[in-house]
């Protein structure tokens, strides 16, 4: 007996070992939002992860604040660049400028702490171009109430439209009259503004362009900004200690020169990310690439072989659940109308609110929310098409087939199947080319492919990278259809035959 037991013991305890060793291989996920700033912390966050053996991985380029809220809360991810105003006024929706431990009391019943500050305070604020503010007299946020101000346009940021530390509670504090138009990417509001498309626009205090573009900072006369001091946002479970090395070590000109370094002179985020680690020299910026050499990068068959798996990952599943679905409204046509309703509605469903949702029901981000939104968005096509094959094909052939002794279902899946294939191949095709083009969202929550490039340069406001995503991603459209165009014909052909 004390045998056996000294065997037991010895062989919970390798077990447990085992055990510990499978979790603590687990890899540290880092998300992060999209704009240069966010990616570089990232970035660096992973490095300081790895440079200590500790497995880390980076989920870039994740949207917004609420569908990082959502990974968090899921566990998808464990920790994140954010700044203490977005946290209190976005994620807690309270007010004022707390202090760490404070947050961290708000935040605990989340499961949720701020920790590591980084050094810096990013805040919001506007800009308006040097010229343009000097020949209007306007110094201050308050300045946009006077007569000359009326006429002025705003290119504002998706985000800072909606939030509740963003225009509408800035607009009710300063009581402007100026209204917003449309949202413009962050990256891109650069450009506007300096093209005279619009006047004023929402910028963050570390932004790279700032002085490059000649940009004259608003004062923020009524201090209606919070602090936005730089944490690292994480689950509680996650362990500060490898990460208390960067408290303390971003200055806000630090911070600014690695963005100028990313978005001026070209480097990528995870050369600024190590050279900052590493505590090396500055990097140089890299010689120019042509488009060519950007389409072709060390990364395009990892990004091909993730786009072609959401594609006809999602495109088999919508197979298998469409044309029963086709099938079933054509056979019972009471169900039709409701059938092909709930199915066109589904598309309708805007694709990152969409992701959003599913982050939050599945607990995950990544391929698996991904491949569900894309197999929702390719239902309608194919179980429109099953649908109005099926009833083209005339109904003398189904009663001559069960004269010959042929059950209903046989003579659906001898009969008239093949001759709706046709028709039903074509909103296959439509499905597939449809999901070559909206698999690009799935860079927003981790699911890679030909989008992760595109939403990398629009966070840099990088033409040569959005192309390098765009291209692609068109020519497999093209291919993809090319090669359902043959199918189809030799479809027809057969059926002609």
Known sequence: MPVIRARGSLLALCLGVLCSGAVAAAPVVVGSKRFTESYILGEIVRETLQAQGIAAEHRQGLGNTGILEQALASGAVDVYPEYTGTIVRELLKRQGNPSLAELNEWLAPRGLKAAVPLGFNDTYALAMTEARASALGITRISDLLGPKAQGLRLGLSHEFL??????????????????????LDHGLAYDAIRQGTVDVIDIYSTDAKVGRYALRVLQDDLGFFPKYDAVLLMRSAVDVRPLARLAGRIDAATMIAMNAQVELDGQSFAAVAKQFVEGGAAVKGRAPQSLVQRLFAPDFARLAGQHLLLVFGSLAIAIAVGVPLGVAAWRWRRSAGWVLGVVAVLQTVPSLALLAFLIALLGSIGLVPALIALFLYALLPIVRNTHAGLQG???????????????????????????????????????????????????????????????????????????????PAAVLALLVQGAFDLVERRLVRGAGG
Request: hydrophobic content about 50%.
């Open 162 to 183: 909606e939030r509740g530390d963003g225009w509408p509670a800035l607009k009710a504090a300063y009581k402007l009259p100026q209204t917003p138009g449309n949202g």
């Open 393 to 471: 094909v005339p109904p003398g052939l189904a009663q001559a087939a069960l004269s010959l002794g042929l059950t209903r279902a046989q003579s659906l899946r001898e009969v008239q199947l093949p001759l709706a294939l046709p028709t039903l191949m074509a909103g296959v095709k439509t499905a597939a080319v449809i999901n070559v083009g909206t698999a690009t969202m799935a860079a927003f929550i981790g699911a890679g492919g030909f989008g992760e490039r595109i939403v990398a340069g629009l966070a840099v406001n990088d033409t040569g990278a959005m192309l390098a995503g765009a291209l």
